[in-house]
């Protein structure tokens, strides 16, 4: 049986779903700059050059140091109006009591708060949003579930400090959480410090120029000593908090029981996801990263007292991403599939959906397993969800079956886990549960959510909010505790 106090919600981030991004004080992020894009055209940022050039450049690329961010007035960005929940929180958060969800998801936007990232006073009016938005949801019996950093950082503190690279970062993020953490103490209970910390690998997420190896693992360092200060701070101020980390939980298989694919196995899921979650649920650096840094010959610069941070800093539960499994296997030729966050190799044995990630419900049961196992912490399926074109009938109604089939299969493993399996569930929250814009693509098209928004791809559209089938569906599901599944 699910927990009594079981959360059943949705999830969302500011920069895909917010919006006013010169609203209210608030500062300029990385994503703002951040161009759409499609499946086959990449996702940009706008860069001035020294001799006054627009370039456009991609998160993953080396960004020189003199570039500075600049806004294109001839370009779409989406995080600029995303779905206008900044103007629409009331009806949104009207449509999600209506759907029964008991909590919601959400991220803040740094720069709503601390416009530069590390300004001497919080802006007030930022802090008043989320007052009022938060108030709504509980008035509603929604908690807020928040993560406080969702894919993007102050542009202020990527140009002056080099982003995640510097110390001084982490002293701005700290002050962030305690801010946060006093401001809506008592209203928020659920924290998560980092979203999907195992994917931040680009300028947009770490604010990093020149981004190389060494820079990364040092910027990475940085982010797990602030993801620690974050929980230890969050604790002190109110011991009802619970502060978790976010996972990409992505599954891999080894495609043969060949030993050398079995290896290889091992070796990727270390660097794609068991780093992040060992440091940060046990509050050090295991072995094998240890080895892999001195083989790099990569020094890590740290501070006398971090080891004693990152080991009171434990999470106090896992919140995870479950959109895909992987295969990983030692043949160079073998044919690669997409997926969140990194593309492995394809599985015969599933079938993927319209943007090629494969679809493997069975896949959530094993992963909720494997981490129970691995780390006996509570853990939270803070998204999970079809990206999937919908298509709106003359009488305004939306028939997503497909999304209504992944859902349900999914939950259904979810559920085995616990009942069958024993594992510690906090909740369920899909991702865009609300249609937002998509992190990767950036498109509108690829929606997850259970209520439609009228936008496309290139921002046009009323932004009216229609409830599709999977909304209904959903009501059914939380009405009876995930059994229509
Ligand atoms: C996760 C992110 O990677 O997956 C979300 O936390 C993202 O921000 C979601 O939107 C789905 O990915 P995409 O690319 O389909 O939007």
Redo the contacts with the bound molecule.
């Keep these: 049986m699910l927990r009594k106090d079981f959360l059943w919600g949705g999830a969302t981030?500011a920069n895909?779903f917010e919006g006013g991004f010169d609203e209210g004080g608030r500062g300029l992020a990385t994503s703002d700059t951040k161009t759409n894009g499609s499946k086959d055209r990449p996702r940009k940022h706008s860069f001035l050059t020294p001799e006054g050039n627009i370039v456009y450049l991609r998160g993953s690329e080396p960004i020189p140091a003199d570039y500075r961010c600049v806004l294109d007035p001839e370009r779409y960005y989406p995080s600029h109006r995303a779905v206008d929940f900044y103007h629409r929180w009331r009806e949104d958060v009207d449509l999600l009591a209506e759907m029964g969800v008991n909590a919601f998801r959400m991220s803040v936007s740094w720069t709503r708060i601390f416009p530069n990232g590390d300004d001497e006073v919080p802006n007030e009016e930022g802090l008043a949003f989320y007052d009022a938005v938060f108030d709504a949801l509980l008035a509603r019996g929604i908690q807020p579930v928040v993560t406080i950093n969702?894919?993007d950082m102050p542009v202020a503190l990527s140009e002056k400090y080099d982003g995640w690279l510097s110390r001084h970062t982490v002293d701005a993020y700290v002050r962030l959480c305690d801010v946060l953490f006093r401001r809506y103490c008592g209203r928020v209970r659920h924290w998560m410090t980092f979203?999907?910390i195992n994917?931040l690998r680009g300028w947009d997420t770490l604010g990093v120029h020149e981004l190389d190896d060494a820079r990364y693992q040092q910027a990475l360092y940085h982010i797990f000593v602030a993801s620690a200060k974050a929980v230890a701070l969050g604790h002190q101020i109110d011991p009802e908090n619970h502060v978790g980390m976010m996972l990409?939980a992505i599954l891999t298989y080894a495609e043969t029981c060949n030993p050398a694919d079995v290896a290889l196995e091992l070796a990727v899921g270390r660097r794609l996801k068991w780093l992040f979650a060992d440091v940060q649920c046990r509050g050090y650096y295991p072995s094998y990263a240890l080895r892999e840094l001195a083989a790099k010959g990569i020094e890590l610069v740290r501070e006398p007292g971090d080891d004693e941070v990152l080991r009171a800093g434990c999470v106090d539960y896992i919140g995870f991403?479950y959109?895909n499994s992987g295969v990983v296997t030692t043949r160079p030729d073998a044919p690669r599939a997409l997926g969140?966050?990194v593309a492995l190799a394809e599985n015969p044995y599933l079938e993927s959906s319209a943007w090629g990630w494969p679809i493997d419900p069975v896949g959530l049961r094993t992963t909720l397993n494997v981490l129970w196992d691995r780390y006996q912490k509570p853990l939270f399926v803070v998204?999970n969800g079809l990206?999937a074109e919908d298509v709106v009938e003359e009488d305004g109604s939306i028939h997503d079956e497909a999304r209504i089939d992944y859902l349900r299969r999914h939950v259904a493993e979810m559920k085995k886990a616990v009942d069958e399996d024993g594992v510690d569930l906090m909740g369920y929250t899909p991702?865009?549960v609300i249609d937002l814009v998509?992190?990767?693509?950036g498109e509108m098209k690829?929606r997850y959510g259970m209520v439609y928004v009228d936008m496309d791809d290139e921002g046009a559209g009323t932004l009216e909010r229609r409830r599709k089938d999977s909304f209904y569906w959903y009501q059914r599901c939380i009405a009876t505790s995930g059994e229509v599944a």
Excluded: D, I, P, V
Excluded at 438 to 441: H, L, Q, R, V
């Design positions: 981030a895909q969702h894919f979203n999907e994917l990409a991403s959109y969140n966050g998204e990206g991702w865009g998509s992190a990767g693509t690829k």
